[in-house]
């Protein structure tokens, strides 16, 4: 069992920064790769980033490849999602998920039934 727990949403205007931090508990950390989905209102959750389980590679969404970093800090239990230059259209709840079963060369594993264990999620709202 993993517990998730996201933190660092809020309110930015557009071109403006937020860190989305990730802490997780229970089971060993760096046995899993952890993802960041989001979710806009009437719409489906997306992948937006993975990262590895030692950190040393990640995957991001088309839409925010260039803009978006997704890192894991495995002594402190914890990934963080760096989001820059927000657009209004990056308004959603950001989820944070685990699993220890994903291949990042498999498109199936980008989905979100793919993963086992979720975060209660974060507001992110960006304004123009």
């Known amino acids: 069992q993993v517990q998730l727990g996201e933190s660092g949403g809020g309110l930015v205007q557009a071109g403006g920064s937020l860190r989305l931090s990730c802490a997780a508990s229970?089971?060993?950390?760096?046995?899993?790769?952890m993802g960041w989905f989001r979710q806009a209102p009437g719409k489906e959750r997306e992948f937006v980033a993975l990262?590895?389980?030692?950190?040393?590679?990640?995957w991001l969404a088309d839409s925010v490849n260039g803009r978006f970093t997704i890192s894991r800090d495995i002594a402190k239990h914890t990934v963080l999602l760096e989001m820059n230059s927000l657009k209004p259209e990056d308004t959603a709840v950001y989820y944070c998920?685990?699993?220890?079963?994903?291949?990042?060369?498999?498109?199936?594993?980008?989905?979100?039934?793919?993963?086992?264990?979720w975060g209660q999620g974060t507001q992110v709202t960006v304004f123009s």
């Open positions: 990262i590895n389980r030692a950190g040393s590679s990640s």
């Open positions: 229970g089971r060993t950390f760096s046995d899993y790769y």
């Open positions: 998920a685990a699993d220890n079963r994903i291949n990042p060369y498999r498109d199936s594993d980008y989905r979100e039934r793919e993963y086992a264990y």
